[in-house]
Nanobody, 119 residues
Framework: QVQLVESGGGLVQAGGSLRLSCAASGSIFSINAMGWYRQAPGNQRDLVASITSGGSTGYADSVKGRFTISRDNAKNTVFLQMNSLKPEDTAVYHC?????????????WGQGTQVTVSS
């Protein structure tokens, strides 16, 4: 099992920045990839950014050039640096981990952290 705890959300004006953190614990050696998803009211949960165990990253088109995903292996933490925030970035942001227990693929979710961008 992998447990995830997010932090760093809040209220910011358009053009501002926030950094989200996701601390992983448990069977962290089995993590294949981690990512950040977001869900606005009435919308589906969409992938924002991801990072593999090898360090490869990927981003949604809507955040490319503004958001950066990174990790601190020593602290088992993944970060999402969000710059030039827009009102449409307002959502609950969830951390996700995909991991393997033997041959079984599993995933865990954090509880979510609210990001609100005012215009």
């Amino acid at each position: 099992q992998v447990q995830l705890v997010e932090s760093g959300g809040g209220l910011v004006q358009a053009g501002g920045s926030l950094r989200l953190s996701c601390a992983a614990s448990g069977s962290i050696f089995s993590i294949n990839a981690m990512g950040w998803y977001r869900q606005a009211p009435g919308n589906q949960r969409d992938l924002v950014a991801s990072i593999t165990s090898g360090g490869s990253t990927g981003y949604a088109d809507s955040v490319k050039g503004r958001f950066t995903i990174s990790r601190d292996n020593a602290k088992n933490t993944v970060f999402l640096q969000m710059n030039s925030l827009k009102p449409e970035d307002t959502a609950v942001y969830h951390c996700n981990a995909r991991y393997s227990i033997g041959s079984v693929l599993r995933e865990s979710w954090g509880q979510g952290t609210q990001v609100t961008v005012s215009s």
